[in-house]
């Protein structure tokens, strides 16, 4: 039974002392049929709960008629409810039996609603369930015109119900076949309704009603299954005759919507002329032009047949659209903003549906001038919704749009200088995506920048750098260096000129502009179409004397040079074909093999200026330097790069023998040659060739063994990482495997407390590539990888995790661990899944709270992970060991035991926990009143799980008679939460919102972060978001639905003129726009609040060691001891040094948080490797593991 339907049952039988009638009858009825399957000793399934319903209903009926139809409505609720659940052959065998209680019934008008729908609920499973032959017989059809019976009810709920239940049988045909055998007697059911409507209607409102329905009958046949082929020319018949003779506003409503539906799902039945010969008749029955509940609809009908139509024959389509545009562009005449927004929506549609890419057609030149002519100022309060069909031809055409669109981006760049001109944003996505699609060159000779001045009558327009910036790209690099390169050198002289007059705001001026001048320069290296001749020697000089003299424009030359050669390596990569990327780039294949060619050439010239600038440059403006060196390095020779790497080397020995660590190195500051010839070489490894990499080999060594500068073995080890990215890395360092294991095993104790995550990085690569000779290795540095899953920093928990499980995956593919490598009294150990879960439970005997925790988390992860490769005897012992530890009275140690249950629950079966459920239960309890840490949230997340996967009653009948009250506030908060964020529940247990949900990384993050309270909270914050987004659109329809005229006294506006929209204003002359101030009110935080505005928050974080535990015959030693300080905050006896990378508080201890003191709180050390875990094979637990031979 699936755990939805436990629920909806359990939910039933609380209803047993309900004062409402109905609900008090299911309860009585389900309880009898439960009582009976437990006297007979029968499983309570839906098999069992079907058949003893069905029961009832026999002798709830006289001779096939319903005798007491509140009785069978309550049986048929419950059968309604239990029948999807159960087999299909059950229910074809009990067809027959069923249809002759259920069809008389259906056929009564004087039946309830609540037994109808019920029944049509019932009726639906059984008729979905029949097979092909089925339908063949009288039996299916006949239920089925019953059922089509009911989709005319005049009761809205059992109509819709009716309705519905009709379109889901349609659209599930029986295999094979791919219609549905009632399809065709359904549709002429349905067109003989709606052909009945056409004699009746307007005779009286109930028949009007009639055919509403049959029209809301037909449009849900059509949206599931289609309409047949041979039926679409009378249906669109009888919906014309309806349209134009019914004389009902709701009647012609519903066949628009007829059309509608049709249009989208039978265009593959209709040819081209029958469709232009359907949309001619839909345009005869244009409503009147002040109807707006007729004209939406009427040109949504137009906007998808013209869709369809271009699916079918694109050539027709473009010839129909330059009459339609006529048509419907004078409805922007109209005084309703919803007709305006309508006119604009449909024409919005034909151009993105119908307008072929790339289009030169004469048509396509007629559409661009009736736009253009709409900016002539004949629709002045439909300006809006024409700046926005203008975006929408440019997108759609591009480069296709020039010539015939200039003169109309002219005007709009005109209007757009004016301060009474209301709509500067949509102005500015016209101009931008003309910029896109035309280039910013054609643009710029209707629009030009003169910003010199030296265009008389023109304006200044240096408003349009911003949009040249967010807008160019694939355009001509040429043009750059032509127009802008020179403007801005004679900006400089002007600010050279105006810095000896002392004059301040005009060279701030000269100097915003130059920056923003040259802020495009990565548009145009992005995707050049003339690189190969634009990109020249004097160019590449530029470029270069850019770089090493002008600070401030660094960044925006090295991005250029990235985008050059990263955007043409992705067109080598592409998997598009040459016509395509000829068609949208400019740039084929070819085109981009020279352009990375003749970049090469140059790349060598360009690298020795950045290595110059990187080594004068401070740490924290440094990356994009090393991020361009990395681009150009990939283009750049083998040749060339072994005699760069050479120098590089050289230097760096040099200056590893005088090199004195920094204690500490601020981020404005230069850092020493040591380190920036270090990520130099980081930024080289990956492309260093073969011959290389023993020099490399023996300049990185010293630098691991530099402990007293952590900085230096951080860039060491990120070296070695780096060697793992070349294509000839892992040869390399698979001769060095033995040094590598060396390095690992023997600097434990030093550089894992330092430089945690790269040396989890070189573990993982290592791990990826070792021998089966060495798979002593993963003992020996397995206690990193386990406390990895506690670091601070967010990332090395990532590695963390990924690295057990790659040691979980390398252990499962068996082999030989060689403990006697280790240790010569050792045995040697099979290579198994099993034997690696021993190998991190030894970790549970670990002195420290911390260390414990953390093996537990580990455990966690490789269950979720591994839970089908372990046998159940194993998960049985690791269950039990666990049982210890969630009473443990350290809240460390506890919280990461709930962690695992969390994982347990969610991972295993329901066969392997039921057993352990009482004991699970009991020692849960032991929580639930601790509300410190949030112990008390966390169990009742817990709970419900555990009531999602066993239901309410098992779980009940476990928990504690005094901690029953918990299992009461579980379910009514889980009863709000679903009422409160409407939560739809699958087959599976998983929830839907109607929100976007949270996105992990792995399903083991989303099984162990999951929580019901903080979904709650971001669902309703959703909500409240929703609304007031809601509110600010009603305002802003509000706002651009009234345009006033601003005309003089003497001389009355001449709206012919281009310049009349000018004088059109959103708001009333008269009025005089007032700023208003908003109130506000700081919210009272149930927090206190300190000095300098930080929150202060009260310790969760306490508990005492556990010392009572010693399940294991060899406890783990560890000498990485903590104590409380002042404040009560944690202090470790061994410190270590912070990671550099951003850092993620997951337990955080102290009373109050700042940044100062984040950098305070010291991670547990663990001390040298002999001294915190020896990972021989004499350590094995005690009780809870077995080893199997």
């Known amino acids: 039974m699936t755990t939805v339907l436990e629920e909806k049952l359990t939910k039933i039988r609380s209803h047993g002392s309900s004062k409402l009638e109905n609900q008090k009858q299911l309860a009585i009825v389900l309880h009898a049929i439960e009582d009976v399957l437990r006297e007979q000793n029968t499983e309570c399934s839906p098999t069992a709960y079907f058949g003893a319903l069905l029961s009832l209903l026999h002798d709830s009926c006289s001779q096939n008629r319903i005798a007491n139809q509140d009785l069978a409505s ?340 005109n209007l757009r200088m004016s301060e009474q001109f209301d709509y500067k944003g949509e102005a500015d996505s016209i101009i931008g995506a003309a910029i896109r699609g035309m280039g910013p060159e054609v643009v710029l000779t209707v629009l030009p920048l003169n910003i010199e001045g030296e265009i008389l009558g023109e304006p200044g327009r240096a408003w349009m750098l911003p949009l040249l910036r967010d807008n160019v790209s694939n355009t001509n690099l040429n043009h750059f260096i032509e127009e802008m390169v020179p403007l801005s050198e004679r900006l400089f002289v002007k600010l050279t000129n105006e810095s000896l007059n002392n004059k301040t705001n005009q060279t701030k001026l000269w100097e915003i502009l130059i920056d923003q001048i040259w802020s495009l320069l990565p548009g145009y290296c992005d995707l050049p179409r003339d690189l190969s001749s634009a990109f020249t020697k004097p160019v590449a000089e530029l470029f270069a004397n850019v770089l090493a003299t002008q600070e401030n424009l660094r960044a925006v030359v090295c991005k250029s040079l990235q985008l050059l050669v990263e955007k043409n390596k992705a067109i080598l990569d592409s998997e598009r074909t040459v016509s395509e990327l000829k068609d949208y780039f400019g740039v084929s294949k070819i085109n981009a093999k020279e352009n990375i060619t003749l970049l090469s050439t140059y790349s060598s010239q360009l690298l020795a200026v950045l290595f110059n600038v990187f080594k004068q440059t401070p740490t924290a403006k440094r990356g994009f330097i090393l991020t361009c060196i990395g681009s150009l390095l990939s283009i750049t020779s083998e040749e060339e790069i072994a005699t760069t790497f050479s120098k590089v080397a050289e230097m760096l020995s040099v200056s590893l023998a005088a090199h004195q660590p920094i204690p500490k190195l601020a981020p404005s500051q230069i850092p020493p040659s040591t380190y920036t010839m270090m990520d130099i070489v980081i930024a080289m490894t990956p492309v260093l060739p073969l011959k290389a990499f023993q020099t490399l080999w023996d300049v990185v060594f010293p630098g691991i063994r530099r402990t007293d500068d952590t900085i230096l073995q951080k860039k060491s080890y990120k070296i070695l990482c780096k060697i793992f990215e070349s294509k000839f890395g892992q040869t390399y360092i698979s001769e060095k495997i033995d040094e590598v294991q060396l390095i690992l095993e023997k600097n434990f104790g030093d550089e894992a407390v330092a430089v945690p995550k790269d040396r989890l990085m070189l573990i993982s690569h290592i791990i990826s590539i070792l021998p089966a000779k060495s798979l002593h290795l993963i003992p020996s540095v397995l206690s990193e990888a386990i406390l990895g899953t506690k670091e601070l920093n967010e990332k090395a928990r990532h590695i963390a995790y990924d690295l057990l499980v790659q040691m979980g995956n390398r252990m499962k593919e068996g082999g030989i661990v060689a403990n006697s490598k280790m240790d010569v009294d050792a045995p040697d150990a099979s290579a198994t899944i099993e034997e690696f879960f021993i190998m991190v439970a030894a970790g549970l005997a670990g002195k420290t709270p911390h260390m414990t925790s953390a093996t537990i988390t580990a455990l966690s992860r490789l269950l979720f992970e591994f839970n089908d490769n372990i046998g159940r005897e194993f998960i049985d012992e690791l269950l039990e060991t666990m049982d210890v530890f969630i009473t443990s009275k350290n809240r460390e140690i506890a919280r990461s035991a709930l962690g695992f249950y969390k994982v347990a629950i969610i991972s295993l079966s329901g066969e392997i926990l039921e057993p352990k459920l009482e004991t699970l239960l009991k020692n849960l309890m032991t929580w639930s009143h601790e509300h410190k840490g949030h112990f008390k949230a966390k169990v009742k997340h817990l709970l419900e799980r555990m009531i999602r996967k066993f239901g309410l009653h098992v779980i009940e009948s476990r928990v504690p008679e005094e901690d029953r009250k918990l299992l009461v506030n579980v379910r009514k908060t889980r009863d709000r939460r679903k009422k409160r964020k409407n939560i739809h529940v699958d087959e599976a247990g998983d929830r839907t919102y109607g929100q976007k949900t949270p996105k992990y990384v792995s399903g083991y993050e989303e099984a162990l972060e999951e929580s019901s309270l903080s979904e709650s909270d971001a669902s309703e914050q959703g909500l409240v978001h929703r609304k007031k987004v809601n509110e600010k659109t009603t305002m802003k329809t509000k706002r651009h639905s009234e345009a006033y005229i601003q005309e003089g006294i003497e001389e009355p506006l001449n709206l012919l003129d281009s310049s009349a929209f000018m004088k059109i204003s959103s708001t009333k002359p008269s009025v005089v726009n007032r700023s208003k101030k908003l109130s506000s009110s700081l919210r009272k935080s149930s927090y206190k609040s300190g000095p300098d505005g930080r929150l202060i928050i009260d310790d969760f974080l306490e508990g005492d060691r556990q010392d009572q535990l010693n399940p294991y015959v060899e406890p783990m030693e560890n000498t990485g001891e903590y104590r409380k300080g002042r404040k009560r905050r944690v202090r470790f006896s061994n410190k270590r040094a912070r990671d550099d990378d951003d850092v993620e508080m997951e337990e955080v201890s102290s009373a109050r948080i700042s940044n100062s003191q984040l950098k305070k709180v010291k991670r547990a050390s663990i001390g040298n490797q002999k001294d915190m875990m020896d990972m021989d094979r004499k350590i094995r637990p005690n009780k809870p593991f077995k080893r199997k031979d």
């Not at 809301?216 to 289609?226: F, K, P, R």
């Not at 949309?279 to 005869?284: A, N």
């Open 74 to 413: 309550a049986i048929l609720y419950l059968l309604d409810l239990i029948a999807p659940s159960t087999p299909s052959s059950v229910c074809r065998v009990n067809f027959e039996r069923i249809l002759q209680i259920l069809v008389p019934a259906l056929a009564d008008s004087e039946a309830h609603a609540p037994f109808l729908r019920s029944s049509i609920g019932v009726l639906e499973i059984l008729l979905k369930n029949q097979d092909g032959p089925s339908w063949t017989c009288g039996l299916a059809l006949q239920a089925m015109r019953a059922l089509l019976g009911i989709c005319l009810d005049p009761r809205p709920k059992v109509r819709k119900r009716a309705q519905e239940a009709v379109g889901r049988i349609l659209s599930c045909p029986p295999p094979p076949s791919l219609d549905h055998p009632a399809f065709s007697v359904v549709s002429e059911i349905a067109l003989n309704s709606v052909q009945e409507l056409i004699s009746t209607s307007g005779k009286s409102k109930l028949q009007d009603a009639r055919g509403i329905h049959s029209l809301q009958l037909v449009i849900t046949i059509t949206s599931n299954a289609g309409w047949p082929k041979k039926r679409i020319e009378r249906l669109c018949d009888i919906l014309f005759r309806i349209a134009k003779g019914c004389g009902d506003g709701y009647l012609t409503l519903a066949a628009f919507e007829v059309f509608s539906v049709l249009f989208e799902r039978v265009v593959k039945d209709l040819d081209g002329e029958k469709l232009v010969g359907i949309l001619d008749s839909v345009i005869s029955l244009q409503p009147s032009k002040n109807d707006y509940q007729l004209l939406s609809p009427w040109m949504n009908i137009i906007g998808r047949g013209l869709s369809c139509l271009a699916t079918i024959d694109e050539n027709i389509a473009v010839e129909t659209l330059p009459d339609l545009f006529s048509l419907l562009c004078p409805f922007f005449q109209s005084d309703n903003v919803n007709i305006r927004s309508s006119t604009g929506k449909t024409l919005v549609t034909l151009i993105d549906e119908c307008v072929p890419v790339q289009s030169s057609a004469q048509e396509i030149s007629k559409i661009m001038d009736k736009i253009t002519g709409c900016l002539g100022g004949s629709y002045p309060l439909a300006l809006r919704e024409i700046l926005v069909l203008c975006v929408a031809i440019l997108n759609r055409l591009g480069r296709s749009a020039n010539p015939g669109f200039l003169t109309a981006v002219k005007t709009i760049g």
